[in-house]
Structures are given as C-alpha cells and as structure tokens.
C-alpha cells in the first residue's frame, strides 16, 4: 500500500470478515513509505496485524517480495489496498488448491467495485504480443485451467515460490504477476480459475494520464 488510508480499511474489514480459521491467517501490510500516515491508521484501528514499513516506494513487486520473504505459512495470498472479499474467497480458493499437489497457484473471479455485477478481466488466455486477456467468457462459472492470475488476488503455495523464486523485481508495477504465472506454469505447476472465490476491486491505479503518469509508463514497461 501508499497513501491509500481508505481504501486500505474497506480492504482490511473485508479480510477480518472472511469464513476462515482465525488462527490461521495471518495479515501482512507493506507500506511503501506512506506519507498520509497509513501506519498510524493501522496501528489504531488493526493492532494485531503484522506491517512491514519501507523507507522509500519500491515498487509492488518487491515490496510483496519483502513480504513474504518475512512470513512463513503454507499458502500466500497476494492482493491489492482496493479488493473487497466476499466472505466465502479464500475458503474456496484454498479447497482448490489442496484438491491436487500439481496446483500451484488459484486466481478468483474479480468484478468492478463500482459495478458489481461487471467481471473485471473475462480472459483467460494472454495475448502474448500486448500482454492482455482477450475478452472471453466462456466458463467463466467452471473451474479451468488459465494461462494467468491477477495480482489483485492471487493465491500461491509456499511450496511454489520455494521451488521458482520471488517476483521479479525488474517489473517496478504491472507485469510481475503475469511474469511469475508464466514461470510457475514453466516449472510444471497449473494455474486455475476458482468460480467461487469472488472480489471486487477499485481499480485506483487506473486514474486520469496527467495524474498518473508513471504508473502508466510503468504499466506498459511491464506488458
């Protein structure tokens, strides 16, 4: 996260109000050197999560990085400050994962926050010369393989990232997931899309040119 107090705390709620064992999730927040003072608001209103403050913004590939190299659990579940989870996501993604070692990695089903019942990314096949998912939504309620997962919500086996490595740090935003799908996929792991493991996401990056210059540059760097 940076600089992003509200949308964290929707984000935050949504995770608290998941149907999943307590004590099995464990919540960890990157700030990339915040200056709304995002870790006051944490320390104030979710004490008992772990955060993990940089000096500077070094990008949301290696600040997941810095993440999960300092968690140990069996599964990890990236997202962004904007996912809002319905309470039923990560129950099902994980029933998906464990229903056969070759599994590496389970994407969701991502709709727009501001239009709820809009899929956010129909594809699941990857246009390899631009680096996006062509329309296609075709099976888009059934449990299939797909060529990627969104970073937006991705979940991964420990077991994976031991086997591959982290994300590749030279993709500063946008890309990196693509980037370590293809490597996973690689190494002989599958990817799948879990129907009922729902989100809605913000899209905050996604704002006007002027405003948003570098993340937009940085964005097609990656693809």
């Known amino acids: 996260t940076m600089n992003r ?4 705390k929707k984000t935050l709620r949504s995770l608290f109000q998941l149907v999943y064992p307590k004590r099995k999730l464990k919540i960890v927040v ?4 915040s200056s709304d003072k995002t870790p006051d ?10 955060v993990i403050r940089l000096p500077c913004n070094i990008g949301f590939g290696p600040a997941l990085n810095e ?4 968690t140990t659990t069996p599964f990890m579940l990236v997202t962004n400050d904007d996912v809002i989870f ?3 996501c990560l129950k099902e993604m994980v029933k998906l994962s464990l229903s056969s070692k070759n599994i590496g990695i389970v994407s969701c089903k991502m709709f727009f926050a501001d239009r709820p019942h809009t899929l956010a990314l129909q594809g699941f096949k ?3 010369w631009l680096g996006y ?3 296609d939504l075709s099976g888009v309620d059934t449990v299939r393989e797909t060529d990627v997962a969104t970073g937006g919500c991705m979940l991964i086996k420990s077991a994976v990232i031991k086997r591959i490595g982290y994300f590749n740090e030279r993709f500063f935003f946008s890309g990196e997931d693509y980037d370590f799908c293809f490597r996973v996929r690689r190494a002989g792991f599958k990817i799948m899309h879990c129907p009922g493991a729902i989100v809605w996401h913000e899209f905050l990056n996604a704002g006007k040119r002027q405003e948003n210059f570098f993340q937009l540059y940085s964005h097609y760097r990656g693809k």
Not at 30 to 33: C, L, M, P
Not at 42 to 50: G, Q, R, S, T, V
């Open 5 to 8: 107090r509200k949308s964290l």
């Open 126 to 128: 990857v246009n390899l």
């Open 67 to 70: 993440g999960i190299s300092r």
């Open 30 to 33: 990157i700030d990339n050197a």
């Open 133 to 135: 998912h062509p329309t």
């Open 86 to 88: 319905d309470k039923n």
């Open 41 to 50: 608001m944490l320390e104030k209103n979710f004490p008992n999560i772990k």
